[in-house]
């Protein structure tokens, strides 16, 4: 069974401080995983997501991840975090074995403050 | 390339009525979702399509959700009767795969509030 765990689910930064969400998955399997932003009253938009290949995902936005397998983590970090960024971001995991059937993490508030 | 479309945006309805939810996905893609979003909770699947067949609708409540992907393009998410319990954000989202991998792009979705 895949699942993801999103730590904190509300975060709070001030504008320009780094931005750190965490994700950890589990997955028996070799996982894709990937991040979505929420804003409100809108659909979730694909930030980034890992497939194969380079660890170290860059998506839009300034964002970024990093697939750890030892730690089974996924990451979501942003050097420097804009007035923007407010939204709710949800981490989901997927195998390749079904790559379709997304199982979502319950998401983290990120609150960006003067 | 347009997007996800769904509508209506919003819905209110009282318990025991009936709704449906419309969906046009992304052209070409074959794969098509409906997931339910309840507050402060991660979308979850309800049902998957792949053209106009059913790949997945195991966490479909059948006794009184149901959809349709008629010519493998539009599809329609109905309840009947409505609880107070499904009072929820209703997401479509669609995709197509290339080379083994797939993405899926999601609609604004549908926020229904049951009363």
């Known amino acids: 069974a895949q699942s993801v765990t999103q730590l904190g689910s509300h975060v709070s930064v001030s504008e320009g401080a780094l931005v750190l969400l965490r994700c950890n998955y589990s997955?028996?399997?070799?996982?894709?995983l990937f991040w979505y932003v929420q804003y409100p009253n809108q659909g979730l938009q694909l930030l980034l997501k890992?497939?194969?290949?380079?660890?170290l995902v860059k998506g839009i936005n300034g964002f970024e991840a990093e697939f750890k397998k030892s730690e089974t983590s996924f990451h979501l970090t942003k050097p420097s975090a804009h007035m923007s960024d407010a939204a709710e971001y949800f981490c989901?995991?997927?195998?390749?074995?079904?790559?379709?059937?997304?199982?979502f993490g319950t998401g983290t508030r990120l609150q960006v403050t003067l | 390339e347009a997007g996800v479309a769904q509508s209506p945006r919003y819905k209110i309805i009282e318990k025991r009525q009936s709704v449906a939810f419309w969906c046009n996905p992304i052209?070409?893609?074959?794969?098509l979702y409906w997931y339910q979003q309840i507050l402060g909770q991660g979308p979850k699947l309800l049902i998957q399509?792949?053209?106009?067949?059913?790949?997945?609708d195991s966490q479909l409540p059948k006794d009184r959700f149901s959809a349709e992907r008629l010519k493998g393009v539009d599809s329609t998410l109905k309840i009947q009767p409505a609880k107070l319990e499904d009072s929820a954000v209703y997401l479509c989202?669609?995709?197509?795969?290339?080379?083994?991998?797939?993405?899926?792009?999601f609609g604004p979705g549908t926020r229904l509030l049951v009363l």
């Open positions: 989202a669609s995709s197509f795969s290339y080379e083994g991998q797939e993405t899926q792009y």
């Open positions: 997955s028996s399997v070799p996982p894709y």
């Open positions: 890992y497939t194969t290949g380079a660890t």
């Open positions: 989901a995991v997927t195998y390749t074995g079904t790559a379709s059937k997304l199982t």
């Open positions: 052209s070409g893609h074959a794969t």
């Open positions: 399509f792949q053209n106009n067949g059913v790949v997945d």
